[in-house]
């Protein structure tokens, strides 16, 4: 029995090649045999045939900050959970952030996540390992044991590490082993707040967190980049001043980039309302006008990755005073959806947009993934852009409920996700 898989009659987008038109694209074990644009498919005996008229086919998506549960809090979320929340999401890849119970600083601890990933996840998960023992900030942990158990990237995940002088060890380091650094960008002491520091701020009465709290931060690490030579990824800028940072460093720097928190493009700091916790973010939901900022840095290509920064967190992280609520959201199922808004509202085009969530993310953690290219693995997924739905908490596959789109409207809808050439979701009504 063939295990052949045709899609026709797709308008296929490849952000890698600049690939826009209509075709279709042949599964053969597993990876990408051909694609055709504007000629007929050989179709032989045995082939399954996928009609995708009026959908689009693109690569998979690629999600690099991605926080579970598992292990340490799996009532939280688990791998197998967060891999059907990703599929439902058209998300293929995604890194899995540290901050566990116990921190993944330990190559055991690594082979265990890839382990227990390739025993119950529906999709592929890279372990990220902990860029200080215990994620505390004082000492780097085992970059070569680490990299040899498999990590993709070193990272501190919701921490940032204030220790200059501890962080240009880290960066060299990094550096001899040629693996990235993704620093979240908040001053352990500027950052304490609950909410962008602005007038909403004042009239709830809650600790505001200043620009500076980012800012401060991502000059030292961009500074400290280029003494390096590492390859060194700001995870998530929120305001006009970081990019105009990340402009200038990138002149003369071609070894960094940043990224996005899709909340942080969808939302501004009124979306907060009264003191509505699910909105309680790192980086906090900044001015209408840092949100604008951002945009149009993704259209100029300064910042270049987008990510769900999907956090689960149960419902006694929630449920309580503002000010005494965690932060994070979930994100994986609403990922792509939330990005074509900027799509549908004209102000990104689909293909700036694809290409941050799929081809810079391979990139930047040098995975043959990201682009529909013979020979390389089958990770494709077909969505239909204008597909009309409702965010309803209680349909969501995560494990937590925390998603800061709930009853949102929104046009673009995952049809079929596929993994090594396999299907591991389906709309089932449509």
Not at 159 to 164: A, D, F, G, P, R
Not at 331 to 340: D, S
């Given at each position: 029995m063939s295990n052949d898989l045709l899609i026709k009659n797709a308008r296929i987008i490849d952000p890698n090649s600049e690939l826009d038109d209509e075709g279709?694209?042949?599964?053969?074990?597993?990876?990408?045999?051909?694609?055709?644009?504007?000629?007929?498919?050989?179709?032989?005996?045995?082939?399954?045939?996928?009609?995708?008229?009026?959908?689009?086919?693109?690569?998979?998506?690629?999600?690099?900050?991605?926080?579970?549960?598992?292990p340490g809090h799996e009532f939280r979320e688990t791998l197998a959970s967060a891999s059907m929340a990703a599929a439902a999401?058209?998300?293929?890849?995604?890194?899995?952030?540290?901050?566990?119970?116990?921190v993944i600083d330990d190559a055991a601890l690594?082979?265990?996540?890839?382990?227990?990933?390739?025993?119950?996840?529906?999709?592929?998960?890279?372990?990220?390992?902990?860029?200080?023992?215990?994620?505390?900030?004082?000492?780097?942990?085992?970059?070569g044991l680490l990299k040899q158990a498999g990590a993709v990237c070193f990272t501190d995940g919701r921490?940032?590490?204030?220790?200059?002088a501890l962080l240009k060890t880290a960066f060299t380091y990094a550096a001899n082993f040629n693996m990235p650094i993704i620093n979240h960008l908040n001053d352990p002491e500027l950052g304490t707040g609950h909410m962008h520091a602005g007038l909403m701020a004042t009239g709830l009465g809650l600790k505001p967190i200043p620009y500076e709290a980012e800012t401060?931060?991502?000059?030292?690490?961009?500074?400290?980049?280029?003494?390096?030579?590492?390859?060194?990824?700001?995870?998530?800028?929120?305001?006009?001043?970081?990019?105009?940072?990340?402009?200038?460093?990138?002149?003369?720097?071609?070894?960094?980039?940043?990224?996005?928190?899709?909340?942080?493009?969808?939302?501004?700091?009124?979306?907060?309302g009264s003191y509505r916790t699910f909105f309680k973010l790192s980086p906090p939901l900044r001015s209408e006008k840092d949100r604008k900022a951002l945009i149009s840095a993704l259209k100029e290509g300064i910042i270049d990755i987008i990510h769900s920064d999907h956090d689960p967190q149960d419902v006694e992280g929630k449920r309580v005073p503002f000010a005494q609520a965690a932060n994070g959201a979930i994100?994986?199922?609403?990922?792509?959806?939330?990005?074509?808004r900027l799509v549908h509202s004209g102000e990104v085009e689909l293909k700036t947009i694809l290409r941050a969530l799929s081809t810079n993310p391979a990139k930047l953690l040098g995975l043959n993934?990201?682009?529909?290219?013979?020979?390389?693995?089958?990770?494709?997924?077909?969505f239909d852009i204008d597909y009309p739905w409702v965010v309803k908490e209680n349909e969501l596959l995560s494990r937590s409920r925390n998603t800061i789109f709930e009853r949102a409207k929104m046009s673009g809808k995952i049809i079929k996700t596929f993994v090594g050439g396999k299907e591991v979701f389906a709309l089932t009504e449509r």
């Open positions: 279709s694209l042949l599964v053969r074990n597993g990876k990408i045999a051909d694609i055709f644009i504007n000629k007929e498919p050989l179709i032989t005996e045995n082939i399954k045939i996928i009609d995708a008229k009026g959908l689009i086919l693109a690569p998979g998506l690629i999600d690099i900050r991605v926080f579970t549960g598992e999401g058209g998300v293929t890849t995604f890194v899995t952030m540290p901050d566990t119970l116990p690594v082979d265990f996540i890839i382990r227990r990933a390739n025993a119950t996840a529906k999709i592929n998960i890279l372990p990220a390992a902990a860029m200080t023992k215990g994620l505390r900030g004082k000492e780097i942990s085992e970059y921490n940032s590490v204030s220790s200059s401060i931060p991502l000059e030292r690490d961009l500074q400290l980049a280029a003494l390096s030579g590492v390859r060194y990824h700001g995870a998530q800028i929120s305001c006009a001043a970081s990019v105009e940072i990340m402009r200038r460093h990138k002149e003369r720097n071609n070894n960094i980039s940043c990224g996005v928190s899709i909340n942080n493009l969808s939302l501004n700091e009124n979306d907060i994100g994986l199922e609403t990922l792509l959806a939330a990005a074509l993934l990201g682009k529909l290219e013979i020979g390389t693995r089958a990770d494709i997924i077909l």
